[in-house]
């Protein structure tokens, strides 16, 4: 089981390439291709329920601890009923479990156990979701990621709307004291990076835009870069 996530010791903005757009026939391979440019994995994981899709479970967590033990795994549960399913997937090596808002009337008591299993709590919401709803467990969370597309596919388009709720988790981190990492998930690349960042966020997924192209490295570094210029610009 992998210790908690030091939420403070991260610089940001952090990167984290999601494995949904790797190639699914050689997941490892396509994490070689990012020759360490990564801060962090995103693992998308889709029960065919909560999202219209399927993805993978606790084998693929597990077998990305075995071959990288110092990785920061961010695993991205969308599925219903979470509290189903966290133990197996913190026993597997998850990092970070991010649960959907929507997928439980006990989000309080699954973001508990989720720090009781040793990995850090996250929750997460859709762009349809008002962010007012996760305000009564800021508290409790170490990551909070805002959906900037409808979960469930690779490939869509960025939700500019989005942005707007991660700058009242901005104010709201600021004024309560609380220490989450803001994270975005969906319609990300060098495009809009700096955009994101100068919107609030921490942490950065995108799928597509790292593993649909020629070289995933210089991919992660162009969103750095591009998001590094959303820090300056501040
Ligand atoms: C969507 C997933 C995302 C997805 C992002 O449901 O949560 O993590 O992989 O893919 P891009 O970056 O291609 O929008
Ligand atoms: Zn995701």
Same mark, same amino acid.
């Given at each position: 089981?992998? =210790?908690?996530?030091?939420?403070?010791?991260?610089? !940001?903005?952090?990167?984290?390439?999601?494995?949904?757009?790797?190639?699914?026939?050689?997941?490892?391979?396509?994490?070689?291709?990012?020759? *360490?440019?990564?801060?962090?994995?995103?693992?998308?994981? %889709?029960? *065919?329920?909560?999202?219209?899709?399927?993805?993978? *479970?606790?084998?693929?967590?597990?077998?990305?601890?075995?071959?990288?033990?110092?990785?920061?795994?961010?695993?991205?549960?969308?599925?219903?009923?979470?509290?189903? $399913?966290?133990?197996?997937?913190? !026993?597997?090596?998850?990092?970070?479990?991010?649960?959907?808002?929507?997928?439980?009337?006990?989000?309080?008591?699954?973001?508990? !156990?989720?720090?009781?299993?040793?990995?850090?709590?996250?929750?997460?919401? #859709?762009? *349809?979701?008002?962010?007012?709803?996760?305000?009564?467990?800021?508290?409790?969370?170490?990551?909070?990621?805002? %959906?900037?597309?409808?979960?469930? $596919?690779?490939?869509?388009? $960025?939700? /500019?709307?989005?942005?707007?709720?991660?700058?009242?988790?901005?104010?709201? !981190?600021?004024? $309560? =004291?609380?220490?989450?990492?803001?994270?975005?998930?969906?319609?990300?690349?060098?495009?809009?990076?700096?955009?994101?960042?100068?919107?609030?966020?921490?942490?950065?997924?995108?799928?597509?835009?790292?593993? #649909?192209?020629?070289? /995933?490295?210089?991919?992660?570094?162009?969103?750095?870069?591009?998001?590094?210029? =959303?820090?300056?610009?501040?």
């Amino acid at each position: 089981m992998a =210790g908690p996530l030091p939420v403070k010791s991260w610089k !940001r903005p952090i990167i984290a390439p999601s494995l949904l757009s790797a190639d699914p026939l050689d997941i490892g391979g396509s994490v070689d291709l990012l020759q *360490g440019e990564q801060d962090w994995l995103h693992l998308d994981v %889709m029960d *065919g329920h909560f999202v219209p899709n399927l993805s993978y *479970g606790p084998a693929l967590i597990e077998a990305c601890r075995s071959r990288w033990p110092d990785f920061v795994l961010d695993v991205h549960l969308m599925v219903d009923r979470p509290e189903d $399913f966290v133990e197996d997937f913190a !026993r597997a090596g998850s990092t970070v479990l991010t649960v959907h808002q929507e997928a439980t009337p006990h989000l309080h008591r699954v973001l508990h !156990r989720i720090r009781d299993l040793g990995c850090s709590p996250g929750v997460t919401i #859709n762009p *349809g979701t008002p962010v007012e709803t996760i305000k009564p467990v800021l508290d409790l969370v170490d990551l909070v990621l805002v %959906m900037s597309v409808n979960p469930g $596919f690779g490939g869509q388009g $960025f939700i /500019p709307g989005s942005l707007e709720k991660t700058r009242l988790l901005c104010c709201w !981190r600021e004024a $309560f =004291g609380h220490d989450y990492l803001i994270e975005i998930d969906g319609g990300i690349g060098p495009g809009n990076s700096a955009q994101a960042v100068k919107g609030g966020c921490d942490v950065i997924v995108a799928g597509s835009a790292v593993f #649909n192209t020629p070289e /995933p490295s210089v991919a992660v570094r162009e969103i750095r870069a591009r998001a590094l210029e =959303g820090v300056i610009c501040d």
